[in-house]
Nanobody, 126 residues
Framework: QVQLVESGGRLVQAGDSLRLSCAAS????????MGWFRQAPGKEREFVAA????????NYADSVKGRFTISRENAKNTVSLQMNNMKPEDTAVYYC???????????????????WGQGTQVTVSS
């Protein structure tokens, strides 16, 4: 079992930057691919970014490419999401997620993720 706890969400203004963090409670963190998803009111949960187990490979949604950066520190069991030039449409609850697979990857498919955090609210005002 893996527990994920997100932090860092808050109210920001358009154009600001914000960094989200996710702490994982597992001794085998490096075996998990990690992802960030978000869900706005009335909308389905959508993929934001993912990173491979080693941290070498990343994957981004088109809507955040060039603005958001996902990274991880396996020695600290953490994954982060650096968000720059934020827009009102980035407003959502952001979730950290993890999956373990024989195949290396950074999936955008939410259904392959086995573990989810409780989420952290990010609000971007115009």
């Amino acid at each position: 079992q893996v527990q994920l706890v997100e932090s860092g969400g808050r109210l920001v203004q358009a154009g600001d930057s914000l960094r989200l963090s996710c702490a994982a409670s597992t001794r085998t963190f490096s075996r998990f691919s990690m992802g960030w998803f978000r869900q706005a009111p009335g909308k389905e949960r959508e993929f934001v970014a993912a990173i491979t187990r080693s941290g070498v490979g990343t994957n981004y949604a088109d809507s955040v490419k060039g603005r958001f950066t996902i990274s991880r520190e396996n020695a600290k069991n953490t994954v982060s999401l650096q968000m720059n030039n934020m827009k009102p449409e980035d407003t959502a609850v952001y979730y950290c997620a993890a999956y373990s697979s024989t195949y290396a990857g950074a999936s955008s498919n939410r259904y392959v993720y086995d573990y989810w955090g409780q989420g952290t609210q990010v609000t971007v005002s115009s």
